[in-house]
């Protein structure tokens, strides 16, 4: 339909060459930034550029190894992204910058939504650690210090509100809990564990349980206190998503398959797999409406899912 190029480029043995966030589409605009930090707003029908923005230049962030990986986010009328470990707030409408947020040193996270207490805020994985900002004016609410580590994974929240953390590179989870008082926000660590040591994939909450990743292995872990109650399979470094109304993971590997898993603590349920791209994939899979979207750096691909039957 269309298609847009900034006159720059940026590569890495590892991921290749390219852009390595996922654009944000926003009512008519689709939002994206680059791996050398240029940040575009483009009209999501003809493709052509509304405003650019250098976020890089703006933050005073150097690229790192692996680019910039962030994946812009849109709260009300604001657009934030991170540059490494450093955000940046820019109206949506105009590209005009709202606030720049504290040096965060290097990352690969995204800055991440969260509901707390009933206070929306932004959750960002930074070198310090993590750390929560109101998204009006990047204000920090909150910080929590964790150990060195590249910082590649987004936080979870648990279904009481904690957050699940880790700084990837198959280190621990952390779980913490925030409360706000009087003396303003404060962060307490629950407990740490190794029952999901994630390298950089996600992991999901679903039913007191988490599921993420231990080597090529999915394992479930029980947040109450961290324990894990399995590790099994073959899916290499893959992404998964859950699929709550169902009790199934939406596992996408590392070689391209696309499997079905049960969400369940007991053990490793496995309903089916089939080959769907070809080559190293490390991205997440889409689920819109019955139609399951993956893709990596060689292909992409749609399938129906059927729906169960009433």
């Given at each position: 339909m269309?298609?847009?190029?900034?006159a720059?480029?940026?590569?890495?043995?590892?991921?290749g060459a390219?852009?390595?966030?996922t654009?944000t589409?926003n009512?008519?605009r689709?939002?994206?930034l680059?791996?050398?930090?240029i940040?575009?707003a483009l009209d999501?029908?003809?493709g052509n550029?509304?405003w650019?923005?250098n976020a890089?230049?703006d933050?005073?962030?150097k690229?790192?190894?692996?680019?910039?990986?962030?994946s812009?986010?849109?709260?009300?009328n604001?657009v934030?992204?991170?540059?490494?470990?450093?955000m940046a707030?820019y109206?949506?409408?105009?590209?005009?910058?709202?606030?720049v947020?504290?040096?965060?040193g290097?990352g690969?996270s995204?800055?991440?939504?969260v509901t707390i207490n009933g206070?929306?805020?932004?959750v960002?994985?930074?070198d310090?650690?993590?750390?929560?900002?109101?998204?009006?004016?990047?204000?920090?609410l909150w910080q929590?210090?964790?150990p060195?580590?590249t910082?590649?994974?987004?936080?979870?929240v648990?279904?009481?509100?904690?957050?699940?953390l880790?700084?990837?590179?198959?280190n621990d989870v952390?779980?913490i809990g925030?409360?706000?008082?009087a003396?303003?926000?404060?962060a307490?660590e629950r407990?740490s564990?190794?029952g999901?040591?994630?390298?950089?994939n996600d992991?999901?909450v679903?039913?007191g349980y988490?599921?993420?990743?231990?080597?090529?292995e999915?394992?479930?872990?029980?947040?109450k206190d961290g324990?894990?109650k399995?590790?099994?399979?073959n899916?290499?470094?893959?992404?998964?998503?859950v699929?709550?109304?169902q009790?199934?993971?939406?596992?996408?590997?590392?070689s391209?398959d696309?499997?079905?898993?049960?969400?369940a603590?007991?053990k490793?349920t496995?309903?089916?797999?089939i080959?769907?791209?070809?080559?190293?994939t490390?991205n997440?899979?889409?689920l819109v409406?019955?139609?399951?979207l993956v893709r990596?750096?060689?292909?992409?691909?749609?399938?129906?899912l059927?729906?169960?039957?009433?």
């Amino acid at each position: 339909m269309w298609r847009h190029k900034d006159a720059a480029r940026f590569y890495e043995s590892n991921g290749g060459a390219g852009p390595r966030g996922t654009p944000t589409l926003n009512n008519d605009r689709v939002y994206s930034l680059g791996a050398t930090g240029i940040l575009n707003a483009l009209d999501a029908t003809t493709g052509n550029v509304i405003w650019t923005r250098n976020a890089a230049a703006d933050t005073k962030a150097k690229t790192p190894g692996w680019g910039f990986s962030s994946s812009p986010l849109i709260i009300d009328n604001i657009v934030i992204v991170a540059t490494a470990g450093t955000m940046a707030a820019y109206d949506a409408k105009t590209g005009q910058p709202r606030w720049v947020g504290p040096n965060g040193g290097g990352g690969y996270s995204s800055p991440h939504q969260v509901t707390i207490n009933g206070v929306t805020q932004v959750v960002m994985m930074a070198d310090p650690g993590a750390v929560g900002v109101n998204p009006g004016d990047g204000k920090v609410l909150w910080q929590y210090s964790l150990p060195s580590g590249t910082r590649i994974t987004q936080p979870a929240v648990t279904e009481d509100g904690d957050l699940l953390l880790s700084v990837g590179d198959g280190n621990d989870v952390y779980r913490i809990g925030l409360s706000n008082g009087a003396d303003g926000w404060k962060a307490q660590e629950r407990w740490s564990s190794s029952g999901i040591n994630p390298f950089f994939n996600d992991l999901v909450v679903h039913k007191g349980y988490a599921y993420g990743f231990v080597g090529g292995e999915i394992a479930c872990m029980d947040l109450k206190d961290g324990s894990r109650k399995w590790s099994d399979g073959n899916y290499g470094h893959g992404q998964l998503v859950v699929l709550p109304d169902q009790d199934v993971l939406l596992v996408l590997t590392e070689s391209g398959d696309i499997a079905l898993v049960k969400a369940a603590a007991d053990k490793l349920t496995e309903f089916g797999r089939i080959p769907a791209i070809k080559g190293k994939t490390w991205n997440h899979p889409v689920l819109v409406g019955d139609v399951v979207l993956v893709r990596n750096g060689e292909e992409m691909a749609a399938f129906k899912l059927p729906l169960a039957s009433g």
